[in-house]
């Protein structure tokens, strides 16, 4: 009985802390928590059950129409805090608070963590192909595909490199985005739309209800 109250009492206070470190309610994280404990595996008998990445990816599929195979890796990503290949209740927790209920400051780290492929603090011309060149895939045309994502490579750095390094920093990013807001996902969609963001939070709040 002592076990289980110590137990009890260790949730508690886990959840109040996430409360904390979220933007979320605590009916709200409680709520998440069940998400992730339907989607996540144990991987031994002392190890807390995480998300793996699959999942995750089958989860911004059903939830949030997200596709773009390379995007949803640099957003789980972004989310793996630690690196290790799955996500932990407070790094799904932390992540869909930032990715839902952000503030203008976290999802600008936030998605430029995403575009900043190799983690070295700047996007470079060659990240910024890998994710550009998805644009033009399905459009018809005469021209090489590749010339036309290096024309957009060059519009992005004249819109967004204001120390003229042919790359873009943090701090480009943050001006280039309080400048003008429609440019976070310069890159490719990392966040989910309004009406995906308003659906999934809607379905929280009559949850947490019940």
């Known amino acids: 009985m002592e076990n289980l109250k110590a137990k009890a009492r260790q949730r508690k206070k886990c959840i109040e802390d996430l409360q904390r470190k979220s933007h979320f309610s605590i009916p709200e994280i409680e709520h998440l928590l069940k998400i992730h404990r339907k989607k996540a595996t144990s991987h031994g008998k002392t190890d807390k059950p995480k998300m793996e990445r699959q999942k995750f990816s089958d989860l911004l599929h059903e939830e949030f129409k997200m596709t773009d195979d390379v ?112 440019l976070l996902e310069m890159l490719g969609p990392c966040l989910p739309s309004r009406k995906y963001a308003n659906k999934f939070l809607h379905s929280m709040e009559c949850n947490t209800k019940k």
């Open 71 to 182: 995007l949803i890796d640099r957003v789980f990503r972004a989310f793996d805090i630690d690196a290790d290949g799955y996500l932990s209740e407070e790094e799904w927790v932390r992540g869909i608070s930032i990715f839902l209920k952000g503030t203008m400051e976290e999802q600008i780290k936030y998605a430029f963590s995403v575009y900043d492929q190799n983690s070295d603090g700047f996007i470079s011309r060659e990240e910024m192909f890998q994710f550009l060149k998805n644009c033009l895939v399905n459009q018809q045309t005469e021209e090489d595909p590749d010339e036309g994502v290096k024309d957009l490579i060059e519009i992005v750095i004249k819109k967004g490199d204001y120390d003229h390094d042919s790359k873009i920093s943090l701090k480009d990013y943050e001006k280039t985005v309080g400048e003008d807001y429609l």
